[in-house]
């Protein structure tokens, strides 16, 4: 019988030619698996309704076609209901990019290098609120600057890439390097912030033709910029940018990018939730030993007898769901089938109702889920009554750990070594196999709890 031996999507997230170290993506577009653009449209009425159910499957099986990749993590991520039609889902586009448009005035009021097509890598003032002097700071809040600096990027004329429109409309930009000492302390963590931005944006996914342009660069920069304006709580933290890259690529729509990140961060933000005492993906480490204690008691035993029973050499991994370890094109398939398998059909309802985590949690209480329309993880935890249950993104990593068992026994002498093996797996996981050994971890955990 034939076999489709599937597309190369290589061709969607184009490598800077010299770039030859990249890992090869194993994600392929096979026709009967991948969900097509003519299935993700079939499963709509004409009045927009959307029957997930089949799309959650093929999407399990194979992955998404890159051509509508935006438009069903939209869906998958809770930024549309499943049961809207076509007029309201654009009503709520149309006001929450006039919402994005406000916010970003906001920021641009306070900070005139945002929304100017430039970013800020150098910081422009004190903890105390006072705008620093140094020649290079001011240089870099100029109005003909694109980046402060190039070292960081690949592209020697990264610098050059502005337009001459840009640089006509920025001349209100020297606001950026004002003399003027700034008294509000959330304005001042915020400023603080924004050369942090800047300095991990330079550096995400370089390797992408994609980010050879500024503009795409400083849209990734606006995002963050406003997303830590507003969740205030967090702010920024190294690693967003990683997360929110993609959301730029496949969503030509600024604000459109930004609510999907900020859907993506709902998820996630318990993890980069800092106290003066612990980081927020310590809770998800703890639950990771406990995992690896159940499952693998032997390896559990030997990490901790190497110092390692914090499980922090994990730390990577959760916080930017293995964006280090595949390949672009392959951590967006597996990005996808996780979702696919979480999917909870409240998720809209969930953020739309409530802005805390408390009433967040409370949104689905009492509610009876049309288990149909439930991502396959979501249905075994649903039918095993668990109240809390844990992000498959655990279950990923102890599936992780459990195929480098037996090396991580044999060869692992200090946690030096234990790091060393993990980051030999980039580029060598098959996405696929991991959230099918992942699904297989959470049957065995319930049979033993």
């Known amino acids: 019988m034939w076999k489709d031996p599937g597309t190369p999507a290589d061709s969607f997230y184009a490598v800077r030619p010299e770039c030859s170290d990249v890992p090869k993506t194993r994600f392929k577009i ?78 641009r009021q306070m900070d005139s290098v945002v929304g100017s097509g430039r970013i800020i890598t150098a910081p422009l003032i004190t903890e105390d609120g006072e705008p620093i ?46 003399s003027t000492r700034v008294l509000d302390k959330k304005v001042i963590q915020w400023k603080l912030t924004l050369h942090q931005i800047g300095l991990d944006v330079v550096r995400t996914d370089r390797t992408l033709v994609f980010y050879e342009k500024q503009e795409n660069l400083s849209k990734l920069w606006d995002i963050l910029a406003v997303y830590a304006w507003i969740d205030k709580d967090v702010g920024y933290c190294q690693g967003m940018s990683d997360l929110c890259s993609p959301m730029i690529i496949l969503l030509e729509d600024e604000a459109d990018a930004f609510w999907c990140f900020e859907r993506l961060m709902r998820r996630l933000r318990g993890n980069f939730r800092c106290t003066e005492s612990s980081v927020g993906v310590e809770t998800q480490l703890s639950n990771l030993a406990a995992i690896t204690q159940v499952l693998d008691p032997k390896l559990h035993q030997h990490l901790e007898t190497l110092g390692g029973g914090d499980y922090l050499f994990a730390f990577r991994m959760l916080m930017v769901l ?128």
């Not at 960081?152 to 610098?159: C, F, G, P, V």
């Not at 640089?167 to 930009?173: F, L, Q, T």
């Not at 993990?422 to 959470?442: F, P, Q």
């Open 322 to 449: 293995f964006r280090r370890e595949f390949s672009f094109g392959d951590s967006l398939f597996l990005w996808e089938m996780m979702w696919a398998l979480e999917y909870d059909p409240e998720l809209f309802y969930m953020y739309e109702e409530s802005d805390t985590s408390s009433q967040k949690g409370e949104g689905s209480k009492g509610k009876a889920k049309a288990i149909r329309q439930c991502g396959k993880f979501e249905r075994e935890n649903l039918r095993s009554g668990s109240e809390a249950p844990l992000p498959i993104s655990v279950f990923l990593v102890a599936s992780v750990l459990k195929t480098k068992s037996s090396k991580l026994m044999q060869e692992a002498r200090g946690l030096d070594d234990v790091v060393k093996i993990l980051n030999d797996i980039t580029g060598n996981l098959d996405a696929k196999k991991a959230c099918s050994g992942a699904m297989k971890l959470h049957k065995k955990v319930f049979k033993k709890g």
């Open 30 to 107: 096979k026709a009967g698996k991948t969900l097509s653009a003519r299935k993700w449209h079939a499963a709509f009425t004409p009045e927009g309704h959307l029957d997930i159910s089949k799309s959650l499957e093929r999407i399990q099986r194979g992955g998404i076609h890159p051509s509508i990749r935006g438009e069903v993590w939209e869906f998958l991520l809770g930024c549309y209901d499943t049961k809207s039609t076509f007029d309201e889902r654009d009503a709520i586009r149309q006001r929450r990019r006039q919402q994005y448009s406000v916010w970003k005035e906001e920021c």
């Open 133 to 178: 002097q140094d020649p290079l700071n001011i240089l870099e809040a100029g109005p003909n600057k694109g980046l402060a600096s190039a070292p960081q990027r690949d592209s020697d004329d990264s610098n050059s890439e502005l337009s001459s429109e840009n640089e006509s409309n920025n001349s209100a930009a020297d606001g950026a390097s004002s």
